[in-house]
Structure formats: C-alpha cells, structure tokens
C-alpha cells in the first residue's frame, strides 16, 4: 500500500481543501435535490439528468484533494452535514432546530480533526 507523504497546511491550502468540500457538498446536495424534485413532486425527466450530472461533477472534486479516499470522505461527511443544514436554511426555509446546530458543531469539530491535524 503507497503512502502519501505529510502534507504541510498552510493558510492557502487549507482555505482552497475547505473550498473543495464546500463546492463537493453543494454539487451532491443539489443534484440530490434535483432529483428528489423529479420523482417526490414529479417534476420533469429534465431535473433528473441535470441532477444526475451535476452529482457526477460532484463526484470529481473530491480527487482534487491531497489526500488519501478514506480521509476525505469522512472529513467531508462533516462538511456535509453543515452545508445540509445550511441549504434547509436558505432553500426549503426550515430554520435548524438546537440539536441540528450542537450535531452541526461536532461533526465539523471531527471534520477537521481528521483532515487537519498535523500528522
């Protein structure tokens, strides 16, 4: 098995890794969404083969990141769950609730536990 080398965080790299995360959950999250449009409120075939190739770009930007399969999907499960609540906020108009914002905090405190922390 390779092992990758040590990655040196700096404020640049860290800031374009969290942007890579962002960007990959707002591609899953809208795809997603556009396809829970097409078959929960029946809306057009159209919606589903857009959201079926944004989730197909999402599933891309994950390999920019510098570092191995196993710890960028468990950081990025974290940032997932942050922008989830976040797109409730702006698109569905659902307002998170404490325990959403408390599981919020933790799961972004593990997130960058993981991907950040020195090694």
């Known amino acids: 098995m390779e092992s990758i ?12 890794t969290f942007g890579l995360f962002v960007l990959a959950a707002f591609l899953e999250i809208g795809g997603g969404y556009l ?6 409120e029946k809306k057009t075939i159209v919606l589903a083969i ?10 891309i930007v994950p390999t920019l ?11 990025y ?3 997932f769950v ?15 609730d404490r325990y959403e ?5 933790i799961v972004l405190i593990g997130a960058t536990t993981i991907f ?3 090694r």
Do not use: C, H
């Not at 942050?82 to 998170?96: H, N, Q, S």
């Open 5 to 16: 080398p040590p990655i040196e965080y700096s404020i640049t790299l860290i800031l374009s």
């Open 35 to 40: 396809v829970w449009k097409w078959l929960r």
């Open 50 to 59: 857009v959201g079926g190739v944004i989730l197909f770009i999402y599933g």
């Open 65 to 75: 990141q510098p570092s191995n399969f196993g710890r960028v999907y468990a950081a």
């Open 77 to 79: 499960g974290g940032i």
């Open 82 to 96: 942050i922008v989830a609540i976040v797109w409730g906020l702006m698109i569905d108009k659902k307002r998170p």
């Open 101 to 105: 914002i408390i599981g919020g905090i």
């Open 116 to 118: 950040y922390t020195p």
